[in-house]
């Protein structure tokens, strides 16, 4: 099985950053994929950034210019830095990796827990 454990979500004031984390950990063989998804309170699940294997990126609108997608290939993690942060950034991030478990025939999507970001006015 495989797991992933984020952290770095909290309160901050508008136009402040914050960092977060999602480390995978399990019987990991290879990691596709690694994106952040958000949810905000009574919407849908969207999409924030996607960052391939080989460290291509893809942005949401409106995380573009403010946000950067990284990966740690070794250590099996993503971050997620946010500057200039806007209230309606306010959500629950979640991680999702697309990993080939030991044993396994193909890729399976796993997600993490969720942390919230909450960002005051």
């Known amino acids: 099985q495989v797991q992933l454990v984020e952290s770095g979500g909290g309160l901050v004031q508008a136009g402040g950053s914050l960092r977060l984390s999602c480390a995978a950990s399990g019987s990991i063989f290879s990691i596709n994929t690694m994106d952040w998804y958000r949810q905000a309170p009574g919407k849908e699940r969207e999409l924030v950034a996607t960052i391939t294997r080989s460290s291509n990126t893809i942005y949401a609108d409106s995380v573009k210019g403010r946000f950067t997608i990284s990966r740690d290939n070794p250590k099996n993690t993503v971050y997620l830095q946010m500057n200039s942060l806007k209230p309606e950034d306010t959500a629950v991030y979640y991680c999702?990796?697309?990993?080939?478990?030991?044993?396994?025939?193909?890729?399976?999507?796993?997600w993490g827990q969720g942390t919230q970001v909450t960002v005051s006015s």
């Open positions: 999702r990796f697309n990993v080939w478990s030991l044993g396994s025939l193909s890729y399976t999507n796993y």
